[in-house]
């Protein structure tokens, strides 16, 4: 049996520490994956893994396997792209996962231009605001917003992710214009129900952070229902710029608190713990790097109004 295929099975499950979850990026069935296992603990005269009808985890010479595994993969993989790319232009299907607004507004057109670039890869994109784990669903590069998971994964800045507070002209003549954070809490406020604190928001105050409770009637699991709610008038939002520039640069939101500004997150790409990218990879991440930049173009227009 083939050795190498053997320790990337036995890597895939370790990773996701499930036989089911190899199996499907294996293109295996369970029952071959426990089967490559069992001939490879075999082979080797030792136990790799603990198994119990709930979970899997490495024994001490498990881990010590695996460590050296993943080494010599990564020297195989870097070894066949090195190859490659003496002859070939970036190539293969690149899998990509991405939050939905973000995804339609920026990275669909993003896509459809890297595709031209580069006519020999193909893309599998899937957009969701849920949290898609990405060695568990074999995703090539993830798009990530907020607050980066310690999970062992790489991840690099695509840019930044300026948050404005804002409503509609509608909303702020009926409900008058809260100019304290203090009287923010007394308003109508729309929330993104997977942001981990869904019933406050948090401000900078004269360099300090400060956390404001908020009420809501309305809570969604999607950017661009809240900002539709937004323009209805039904009450005021924190939203990206990425997502609501356009409607402040033509007067359909106005932004509010100015004198308080919203912790930023970033946005980046994550992909799997591996040292040497393949370059169908390592070209989509810098095109997205190079496209998005710094200064997002999404700001650009932004920039004379201030936070």
Not at 73 to 97: F, S
Not at 247 to 269: N, W
Request: one cysteine or more; proline letters at 6%.
């Amino acid at each position: 049996m083939d050795r190498l295929a053997l320790m990337e099975t036995f890597v895939r499950v370790a990773d996701s520490g499930s036989l089911t979850a190899a199996a499907k990026r294996s293109n295996l069935s369970r029952a071959a994956v426990s089967k490559y296992l069992t001939h490879l603990e075999e082979h080797l005269g030792v136990r790799l893994l603990h198994r119990t009808t709930r979970q899997l985890s490495l024994t001490p010479e498990g881990e010590a396997y695996y460590e050296r595994c993943v080494g010599i993969l990564e020297e195989v993989a870097a070894t066949e792209d090195a190859m490659a790319n003496l002859h070939a232009k970036p190539r293969g299907t690149l899998r990509i996962n991405a939050p939905m607004s973000f995804g339609i507004l920026h990275l669909s057109p993003a896509i459809s231009d890297f595709l031209t670039l580069y006519p020999e890869i193909s893309i599998e994109l899937s957009l969701t605001d849920r949290f898609v784990d990405v060695v568990d669903e074999g995703v090539d590069v993830a798009v990530r917003i907020g607050r980066l998971e310690d999970s062992g994964l790489f991840a690099k800045r695509l840019a930044p992710c300026r948050i404005v507070a804002c409503a509609s002209p509608t909303y702020l003549a009926r409900e008058g214009k809260p100019t304290t954070l203090e009287e923010l809490s007394k308003h109508h406020c729309l929330i993104y129900s997977y942001h981990s604190q869904r019933n406050e928001w948090k401000f900078i105050q004269e360099g300090k952070p400060v956390t404001v409770p908020v009420q809501s009637r309305l809570r969604v699991n999607n950017g661009d229902v809240l900002r539709l709610a937004a323009l209805q008038g039904l009450g005021i939002m924190a939203a990206p710029t990425f997502l609501v520039g356009e409607d402040l640069q033509a007067g359909r939101l106005q932004t509010i608190l100015s004198d308080f500004s919203i912790p930023e997150p970033a946005i980046h790409a994550i992909y799997a713990h591996n040292r040497h990218l393949s370059t169908k990879v390592r070209v989509f991440i810098d095109f997205l790097a190079e496209r998005f930049g710094p200064k997002p173009y999404w700001d650009l227009p932004l920039e004379a109004q201030g936070p």
